[in-house]
């Protein structure tokens, strides 16, 4: 909770900051951050130990950052550096990409299936979901062959579920619901 509310602050005050300079920028720079950090063993142990000094790690990720990062988001991430809030930055990161998609008016559709949808499909479906929400829609699409066939939309927290999965699990439950009733006899 307490690190909800830190990354929530340092999400904030990085979100002022973007606004008044370039946001589009600083939310790419910091998406690709966190999949550096997260997706690379390495990195993560590196930026997360507690012996290497301060200074060792901001030279760390001086030399991974390069020139592609921005200089907004390269400091940002000395401050964590030298505030010790590295673990924080998955979390202050989806919240800044939060309060930025909701000044772009985006809005996240996570959609599940079990095959790979094919670009028409994804973008009917992005169509679909702007007009039912009103806004800009950006769709992560993943691929769960457990879902069986169908597909499974996530826009916030409303969950649209239209898998075989989903059927044959409501099927189960209400054959189980009607097989537990008394069965009346007739009485003539």
């Known amino acids: ?10 999400s904030q005050a ?6 008044e300079t370039s946001l589009d920028p600083i939310d790419n720079d910091l998406r690709e951050l966190t999949k ?15 012996h290497i000094s301060l200074s060792d790690k901001k030279s760390i990720m001086d030399k991974l950052l390069g020139e592609d990062f921005g200089a907004t988001t390269r400091h940002f991430l000395y401050l964590l550096i030298d505030r010790k809030r590295e ?13 930025a998609d909701e000044a772009r008016h985006v809005v996240e559709a996570k959609v599940a299936s079990a095959i790979a949808l094919s670009a028409t499909q994804l973008d009917d479906l992005k169509q679909a979901i702007g007009r039912m929400t009103g806004k800009d829609v950006r769709i992560v699409s993943e691929v769960r062959a ?6 499974l939309i996530q826009v916030g927290d409303r969950v ?21 009733k008394p069965q009346e006899v007739g009485v003539k």
């Open 1 to 10: 909770m307490i690190n909800g509310a830190l990354a929530r602050r340092y």
């Open 160 to 180: 649209m579920d239209g898998t075989v999965a989903h059927a044959l699990k409501k099927m189960r439950a209400d054959l189980r619901r009607t097989t537990e």
């Open 36 to 50: 550096l950090v997260e997706e690379n063993e390495e990195v993560k142990n590196a930026l997360l130990h507690p």
């Open 14 to 19: 990085l979100f002022k900051i973007a606004s």
């Open 87 to 99: 673990s924080l930055l998955p979390f202050i990161q989806q919240e800044f990409t939060r309060l």
């Open 146 to 151: 457990e879902l069986i066939g169908g597909i």
